[in-house]
């Protein structure tokens, strides 16, 4: 029998892009400004009927993180978070060895009561700089279907993802990787 005792701690931080102009992106311009703000000089109110023209902001509280896991035999292993506890589940040549595991949260400010886009990563490599690797794919939040800003103009989320560490990867090592949010005003 073949076994394969590999230490993987997994995490992996956030990277939230830089404000691009959004004809780069290919969507509209000026969406981290609400609708019925995005002209030249439309961030004065006697030019936008009084709305509140804030900008979007997004504030990662904690990222989120895997613990300590073992992988064993020669199979794939994966790791699922609960969004709400941060309680791992394993499937697979995997195992845990403890540590902490957290799901990630995240905080949008902006104008109040206005809908917002929240789009993440279908999958995010992680690596080590010894070599070791996974992925994070299918990536969650705990957002409605049409998220929105409350009235203080605020929205904490909950992210996760599953840990996919397959047969054929070296997973050895403190694995990181960063995962693009990005938040915009429809």
Do not use: H
């Amino acid at each position: 029998m073949f076994i394969r005792a590999a230490m993987v701690a997994a995490a992996f931080s956030l990277s939230v892009p830089a404000p691009t102009p959004a004809w780069a992106q290919g969507a509209c311009e000026n969406c981290d400004l609400p609708p019925g703000c995005r002209g030249n000089g439309n961030q004065k109110p006697d030019r936008n009927n009084g709305r509140n023209c804030q900008t979007l902001q997004i504030t990662i509280e904690s990222d989120v993180d895997f613990g300590r896991l073992v992988l064993l035999g020669s199979g794939e292993g994966r790791v699922l978070l609960d969004l709400d506890t941060g309680e791992k589940r394993l499937i697979g040549d995997i195992d845990d060895l403890g540590g902490v595991s957290v799901s990630g949260r995240a905080v949008i400010t902006g104008a109040p009561l206005e809908e917002v886009r929240v789009d993440l990563p279908t999958q995010v490599a992680m690596r080590d700089v010894t070599g070791g690797q996974a992925i994070m794919r299918d990536l969650v939040t705990n957002l409605p279907a049409l998220p929105q800003l409350d009235i203080d103009g605020r929205l904490e989320f909950s992210f996760s993802g599953t840990l996919v560490i397959e047969a054929n990867t070296d997973g050895a090592g403190r694995l990181r990787g960063r995962v693009p949010i990005s938040v915009e005003y429809p």
